[in-house]
């Protein structure tokens, strides 16, 4: 399910700007990894803004409700975004701590934040505070003291299953890996600080990435090879690691029958999605074969060493949840601090308006000296009460509470026959949908 729905990097934010012309979608922001396919949104009617997102799944995908339906979860409010920043800081990575998805939160927010872009002010502000969230859990917590990608638990998980898998030793294994990517990076990384035996030998449909990909590795031996020459590296290796951006797999059971001999034993680690090692290699006798759920034995290990570190991550992540909601309970004030600030104006051009014969005599100097000094009183009067209203409240009824006592203190509910144009509203076609919580709906396989 989650092959069907994952979505490239390059079409993150045209994906987005699709859900974002749905006429209850307000803002939208597409994270779609190896692990995980996640779509954050904000609407004015969360039911009926879901209900748009499921028709847009289902087309994406070609999958009907029943398929998809027990493989997404869905957050709304709070929830969503204990999510997303459990996510950032790497609480919910299929390795705990590991670096990557902060990157590619960043990037997400990257491309929800330009111009082109389809965050509003709901969704760069989570997207930023999941950021910087994710920061400090790193620097002030141990979460990522020994944690690993996905990549190189890939490997661990060799080095652990390898003898049982094929009966040789990790360090005596000659070892292929099938792309020169961003994962393959990684995995190299981890590789070279184990007992891997050397060379490793590296597979690409183009020499330049290999060729850049062993000048970030000087003290690591590679040989490189082009795609033509795959089977012949797989018939050689005994581990075969996967990271390619294709499609379709390149290693399924009739190649291994075809290609290799009856007796051959190998062990084949896939950290890609779409997969590149189709799932019926594992039919063939003599084949380990795994994916990337497949990872949890390492994982599972790694979580263990970590839930100090992880209770530790929990208190900052709540912390920063409550300002957050805070301040997303504090845009529900805006108009009133509009109306106030309003209610001012109008007060003040009357004032000036009842004093106009006085006014006619001064020089257009000491007009504009009796303009600047009012509109400062006005500001200096007002300044306490819209503060008190902007201050963040993570509890909806006292937003409601300052709101009464707002309306009533200063007569706001008369106000709206009397405000007085402002910009925002002289400026025409730029009706805005009201923006309520962020919600999020994910795919969980």
Not at 232 to 243: K, V
Not at 301 to 323: C, D, S, Y
Not at 399 to 416: C, G, I, R, S, W
């Amino acid at each position: 399910v989650r092959e069907k729905l994952a979505i490239p990097e390059a079409e993150w934010k045209a994906q987005a700007a699709k859900l974002n012309q749905m006429p209850n979608i307000d803002e939208a922001g597409i994270l779609s990894t190896c692990n995980r396919f996640e779509v954050y949104y904000v609407a004015h009617d969360t039911q009926a803004a879901n209900e748009q997102l499921m028709n847009f799944l289902k087309e994406k995908s070609g999958l009907s409700d029943n398929e998809l339906g027990p493989n997404l979860f869905f957050h709304d409010g709070y929830e969503a975004t204990k999510h997303l920043l459990s996510v950032s800081s790497g609480l919910d990575s299929l390795v705990v701590g590991e670096g990557q998805i902060l990157s590619q939160v960043k990037n997400c927010a990257a491309h929800g934040g330009d111009a082109e872009g389809s965050f509003g002010k709901v969704l760069g502000k989570l997207f930023n505070i999941a950021v910087s969230t994710g920061k400090r859990v790193r620097s002030e917590t141990g979460i990522s003291k020994g944690a690993v990608s996905v990549s190189s638990a890939a490997a661990q998980l060799a080095e652990l299953r390898i003898q049982e898998d094929i009966g040789k030793k990790f360090e005596d294994a000659r070892i292929a890996i099938i792309g020169a990517g961003e994962m393959t990076r990684l995995l190299v990384t981890h590789l070279a600080s184990t007992k891997a035996s050397q060379p490793l030998h590296i597979v690409n449909r183009g020499r330049e990435r290999m060729e850049k990909l062993s000048e970030m590795f000087p003290d690591v031996e590679m040989s490189l090879h082009t795609l033509d020459e795959m089977w012949e590296q797989i018939n050689e290796a005994d581990i075969i690691f996967t990271s390619t951006f294709s499609k379709d797999p390149l290693i399924d059971a009739a190649g291994l029958k075809e290609k290799l001999s009856s007796d051959s034993k190998k062990m084949l680690v896939d950290i890609s999605v779409p997969v590149n090692v189709g799932y019926d290699a594992k039919e063939v006798e003599g084949i380990a074969a795994y994916h990337v759920d497949d990872l949890k034995q390492v994982i599972d290990a790694n979580k263990e060493k970590r839930m100090a570190a992880v209770k530790e991550a929990e208190i900052l992540i709540e912390g920063e949840i409550r300002e957050f909601e805070g301040w997303k309970q504090s845009l529900r004030c805006v108009p009133a601090i509009k109306m106030l600030r309003d209610k001012g104006e109008l007060i003040r051009q009357k004032e000036l308006q009842n004093a106009q014969k006085i006014l006619d005599g001064l020089s257009q100097k000491e007009r504009d000296t009796v303009d600047r000094v009012t509109k400062g009183i006005i500001n200096k009067l007002l300044h306490g009460p819209m503060a008190h209203l902007r201050a963040p409240e993570d509890i909806a009824d006292h937003v409601e509470y300052k709101l009464e006592t707002m309306q009533k203190m200063f007569q706001l509910d008369a106000l709206e026959a009397h405000i007085l144009p402002t910009s925002d509203q002289k400026k025409k076609g730029k009706k805005k949908k009201e923006q309520t919580a962020p919600a999020q709906l994910s795919s969980s396989v």
